[in-house]
C-alpha cells in the first residue's frame, strides 16, 4: 500500500469533516500534490500558506513523513496550528511530537501507533480490535505494551491467526523486538536495518516508550533524496535546491560558493605568481600546468568518492581513518608514478623538439611533481571529508571546492618550485 493511502486513512478518524477531493477537485488536487514534491521544504511550504488549513493537511497525508514533517515546521504558526486541527487527533499528536527532533532524524519520520494491545488480552480480544483499527489506520505488526507505554513484545498476523482464541499475547509475542531511537540520524538507522529490510520500525524513547512507527519506505525514500543531494553539496549546491526552486532562491544558493570558489581560484593564481619569473624563462612549463591539475584533481576525487561512500556506509570505523589516509597516498603513489612517467616522456619529447638545453630535467621535473601532486592530492581527498565529520559538519558539504584548491596548489607549486629549484 502507497504511503499517501496509508495517511488518508489516518485522516479519517479525525474530528473535523474530513476533505475528500471529488473529481472536479481531483486534477488541481494531483497537480498540487506533484508540485509540492517537486520543492524544497521552504518553498513548498510558501506555495501551501495560499491554501486554507484543510487543503493543506489533505495534501502533507500525501507526502513523505519526513517531507510533511519539514514544511509543517516551515509554515506559520497560525496556520500551523489550523492545520493540526484539521487532521485525526492520532496524527496530530505524532506531527507535534515529531517537531521536537531535529531535520534528518528519526523522530522526524514517525507515525501514529494504533496498533497497541497488552499481555494480558486474548487472541479474540487483539483481533476484535483489529477489526475496527483496520478501518483507520493499516496495521502491520501489534505493539505489546505495558500501562507505562514500554514495548514489551510484537505481534505478527500469522501468530494471531493460528493461535487458540483464549491465548494470551504474553505467550504468543516475540520479545526481542528490533528498535530506533528517535534521535537517531537517518544515515545510521539505514546502517542499522540495511540487512533487516522490515516494512515497519518500531520508535522507543530512552526509557523503552513506544512513542512511533517508520515505514522503510519512508526511510529508503527519505535516503534517496539525501543521495542525490549529496553531489550538489560537493560543489556547493545546497540541498534545498531543486528544479522547481525560483530563480532568485537557486542565486542566494548558489552565489556564495562561487565567490568561495573564486578566492580560492586566486590562491591558485597566487602560486603562478610567485614563479613568475620561471614562467617567463621556461614557457614550455606553462604547457603542462593544467595536465598536473587536471591529473592530480581526478586523483583526489577518486580518493573522495571511496572515502564519502565509506562514511555514508559505515565502512569506515573510528581508528580506521589513518590506514585509509596511508592507502590513499600509496595509491597515489604508484598512479602518479605510471602517469607522470608518461607526462615527463611528453615533456621530454616537446623540449627536444624546441631544442631546449634542459630536456631531460624537464622531464624529470614533471614527472616528481606529478608523483607528489597525487599523493597530496590523494592524502587530500580522504582528509577533507573525514575533518568536516570530526567538526560536526556534512563530509560533502563543498569538499570538491577544497580539495580543487588543494590539488591545484600542489601540483602547479611543485611543477613550478621544481623547475626554479633544478633549473638554472
Known amino acids: 500500500m502507497r504511503l499517501a493511502k496509508r495517511w488518508q486513512k489516518g485522516a479519517t478518524v479525525s474530528s473535523e469533516p474530513s476533505v475528500t477531493q471529488t473529481s472536479s477537485q481531483e486534477a488541481p488536487f494531483r497537480a498540487l500534490v506533484s508540485d509540492v514534491k517537486a520543492r524544497s521544504a521552504q518553498d513548498a511550504a510558501v506555495l501551501l500558506a495560499e491554501h486554507p488549513a484543510a487543503a493543506i493537511s489533505s495534501v502533507l497525508l500525501e507526502l513523505n513523513p519526513g517531507l510533511a514533517q519539514d514544511i509543517l515546521a516551515e ?12 487532521v485525526a487527533p492520532e496524527i496530530a499528536q505524532q506531527l507535534k511530537r515529531n517537531l521536537a527532533y531535529s531535520r534528518g532524524s528519526i523522530g522526524r519520520l514517525m507515525e501514529p ?35 507505562a507505554g514500554k514495548l514489551r513484545g510484537l505481534i505478527t498476523m500469522r501468530d494471531l491467526l ?16 528490533f528498535t530506533l531511537k528517535p534521535e537517531t540520524l537517518l544515515n545510521d538507522a539505514m546502517k542499522s536495518v540495511l540487512e533487516r529490510h522490515y516494512p515497519v520500525y518500531p520508535v522507543c ?52 560558493w562561487l565567490q568561495l570558489n573564486l578566492l580560492t581560484a586566486f590562491v591558485a593564481g597566487a602560486v603562478v605568481a610567485i614563479f613568475q619569473g620561471t614562467v617567463d624563462s621556461l614557457v614550455i612549463l606553462a604547457v603542462f600546468l593544467p595536465v598536473l591539475a587536471g591529473q592530480s584533481g581526478n586523483t583526489g576525487c577518486q580518493a573522495l568518492a571511496v572515502t564519502l561512500r565509506g562514511i555514508t556506509l559505515g565502512e569506515l570505523k573510528l581508528g580506521k581513518e589513518r590506514e585509509l589516509v596511508i592507502k590513499e597516498a600509496t595509491l597515489g603513489l604508484y ?30 621535473v614533471v614527472w616528481a611533481a606529478l608523483v ?21 559538519l556534512d563530509p560533502a558539504t563543498a569538499s570538491s571546492i577544497f580539495l580543487t584548491t588543494a590539488t591545484d596548489v600542489v601540483s602547479m607549486g611543485m611543477l613550478l618550485g621544481l623547475a626554479a629549484l633544478f633549473i638554472r
Open 162 to 177: 493460528f493461535a487458540p482464541d483464549d491465548a494470551q499475547l504474553e505467550t504468543l509475542m516475540l520479545r526481542r523486538v
Open 205 to 256: 524513547d530512552a526509557n523503552g516508550v513506544l512513542i512511533g512507527l517508520v515505514r522503510g519506505q519512508a526511510m529508503f525514500e527519505e535516503q534517496a533524496i539525501e543521495i542525490t543531494a549529496q553531489v550538489g553539496s560537493l560543489v556547493g549546491v545546497e540541498k534545498e535546491e531543486r528544479l522547481a526552486t525560483p530563480l532568485t532562491q537557486s542565486f542566494k544558493f548558489r552565489h556564495p
Open 75 to 86: 509554515l506559520p504558526g497560525g496556520l500551523q496550528d489550523g492545520v493540526l486541527h484539521a
Open 113 to 147: 501507533v494504533y496498533a497497541v494491545f497488552y499481555p494480558k488480552m486474548t487472541v479474540a480480544q487483539t483481533v476484535e480490535k483489529l477489526r475496527a483499527l483496520i478501518k483507520v489506520a493499516f496495521i502491520t505488526y501489534g505493539y505489546v505494551t505495558d500501562e
Open 335 to 364: 598512479n602518479g608514478a605510471l602517469t607522470g612517467l608518461v607526462a615527463g616522456l611528453g615533456m621530454l619529447v616537446m623540449a627536444i623538439l624546441q631544442n631546449n638545453p634542459h630536456a631531460l630535467e624537464l622531464g624529470l
Open 372 to 392: 607528489g601532486a597525487c599523493v597530496t592530492s590523494g592524502v587530500c581527498g580522504a582528509l577533507i571529508p573525514i575533518t568536516l565529520k570530526r567538526f560536526g
